[in-house]
């Protein structure tokens, strides 16, 4: 990949641009990333290859990818093909595939305003692509990225959910836009 190619490309984010960020802000963890022009916070394809910059620059390298330009988009398209489809079955090769913090590809994708109190979900954040930045960046500060859990502490508006230790209280244009994937009951009481 060259400094011009774009590593992000939900947000059109080149490898140069992330190389300069890191530079400059010397971010601590690779989420902070995001911050430049909210790299990693669509559909979370190039999360690990964020990971693997920040790595990099961490070790005192010069951070570089090698996969060719091309065949990334390529395996990205199939990814967020096989998101929506629920078939995403991740090659070896492929770097979501030693990734832990990344859960199996969800199948049956709802709005979130449509989970009950106490469902936990998968969440997509594909959606919220045309959010504000400074919106959709804040949402991923506080845990709500690609493939994260949550619980509905209630829902309505706004939809209060908790991911990890964290309670979120989202609005009702917002909750419509994040899709998620129910992966068990809560308990059947009216909100
Ligand atoms: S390619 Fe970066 S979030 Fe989609």
């Not at 449509?114 to 400074?134: F, K």
Request: hydrophobic share 30%; charged share 25%.
């Amino acid at each position: 990949m060259q400094p011009d190619d774009h590593v992000c490309l939900c947000f059109r984010v080149s490898l140069r641009k992330l190389q300069n960020h890191l530079e400059r802000e010397r971010p601590t963890v690779a989420s902070q990333l995001s911050e430049c022009l909210g790299a990693g916070t669509g559909c979370g394809w190039c999360v690990p290859f964020l990971r693997r910059l920040h790595a990099q620059h961490v070790a005192g390298t010069l951070p570089a990818l090698d996969e060719s330009p091309e065949d990334y988009a390529a395996r990205r398209t199939q990814y967020r093909a096989g998101r929506r489809h629920g078939t995403y079955d991740r090659p070896s090769s492929d770097p979501m595939a030693s990734d832990p913090d990344r859960s199996p590809a969800p199948s049956v994708r709802v709005p979130l305003t449509q989970l009950r109190r106490g469902q936990r979900a998968i969440v997509d954040c594909s959606n919220l692509a045309d959010l504000p930045e400074g919106e959709r960046c804040l949402l991923h500060a506080m845990g709500m990225h690609d493939d994260c859990q949550l619980r509905v502490c209630s829902p309505g508006a706004p939809c209060i959910v908790q991911i990890d230790d964290t309670r979120l209280g989202i609005s009702a244009e917002v909750a419509r836009r994040i899709m998620v994937t129910p992966i068990e009951d809560g308990d059947r009481r009216a909100p």
